[in-house]
């Protein structure tokens, strides 16, 4: 793409939102109110806002190589203390996507560089479902799998830390694991049974808050 061509999509974006609503982006600059935390991947073919059909505004949105939600990576735990507690979001989503260049980066055994310990997050993914994606003998099959597999375990993540935990306690925040499927452009629930997976951790990373 040209970059030039970016600012004159830009100018027809302005003119078309004020065609609608002269006051658009006068109240766009009032704040943002959003009720979801969207946290996906960067591949340029999963656009949150498009796959949704949401306005700006409407999502908070976290992307990064292959939607993880790493403890130690304050990138998205900054994002989701702040969306949490600041925003006081009503849902947090981790929307993985089949065809994701980076769990199959994690699946080839070749030596990525600074790429590596982040990926080693996915391959820990494979290890505790070695034995269900192992018996998938289809290679797709398996891939579409362990992107699910790491969309729950993402979630399982976002369940551990503190603020999700209390904002689950005192106001139901809620945890919802999707995955886009961009050949057919459909937006799947997984239909994750976060409560089960809460009673199930609660025990080892039950937070007392």
């Known amino acids: 793409m040209d970059i030039a061509k970016v600012f004159e999509n ?29 946290i996906g ?21 976290h992307r990064n190589i292959a939607n993880m939600v790493i403890s130690i990576d304050l990138n998205s735990m900054s994002v989701l203390n702040y969306a949490v507690d600041n925003l006081g979001v009503d849902h947090v989503v981790v929307c993985g996507h089949y065809e994701c260049g980076g769990v199959k980066a994690a699946m080839n055994a070749s030596d990525l560089g600074i790429l590596n310990p982040w990926l080693r997050n996915i391959r820990d993914v ?5 034995k269900e994606l192992n018996a998938i003998e289809d290679e797709s099959a398996r891939y579409n799998r362990l992107v699910e597999l790491n969309v729950q375990e993402q979630c399982v993540n976002v369940l551990k830390t503190a603020v999700v935990q ?12 999707w995955v886009f499927d961009v050949a ?22 039950d937070l007392g808050v």
């Open 41 to 61: 991947c960067s591949d340029s073919r999963v656009s949150a806002e498009d796959l949704m059909g949401v306005q700006p505004g409407e999502v908070f949105v």
């Open 126 to 130: 494979y290890r505790l479902h070695k």
């Open 166 to 177: 209390k904002a689950v306690r005192k106001r139901g925040l809620k945890v919802h694991g």
């Open 10 to 38: 830009n100018a027809t974006w302005i003119e078309s939102k004020l065609e609608k609503d002269p006051n658009y982006f006068k109240e766009l600059a009032k704040g943002q109110n959003p009720d979801i935390l969207y």
């Open 184 to 205: 057919e452009g459909k937006l799947i629930d997984l239909k994750l049974d976060h409560e089960k997976i809460l009673k199930e951790i609660r025990e080892i990373y």
